[in-house]
């Protein structure tokens, strides 16, 4: 009796379970890359808000350039500030033709 029953448990297992088994997880795997209408709606609302945030920004960044055109320099690096003014004195004189001397 157990020289029958033994394979045919490791044929069932062989030819039923694991097939079974791989194919249901093919299929976990199929359904878990589409995005389901809630993740869609979901990314709709982020985007949504992302975009309000965007425009808030804008708005805050012009009230504040009207108040203050220089607010952008205040809140940075000197060095990196000097560094950028003195780039853009390079670029602005480079693009007029005019030569450049440069402090070292």
Known sequence: MEDILLPAVILGILFIGFPWVIFHYITKWKTAKTLTTEDENLLDE???????????MLTIERIVQADNPNWR???????????????????????????????R
């Not at 982020?46 to 808030?56: F, K, N, Q």
């Open 73 to 103: 320099a205040l809140g940075q690096d000197p060095v990196e500030t000097a560094l950028e003014d003195r780039s853009e004195r390079m670029f602005e004189a480079e693009r007029s033709g005019r030569t450049v001397r440069r402090n």
């Open 46 to 56: 982020l985007y949504d808000l992302a975009r309000r945030l965007d425009d808030r």
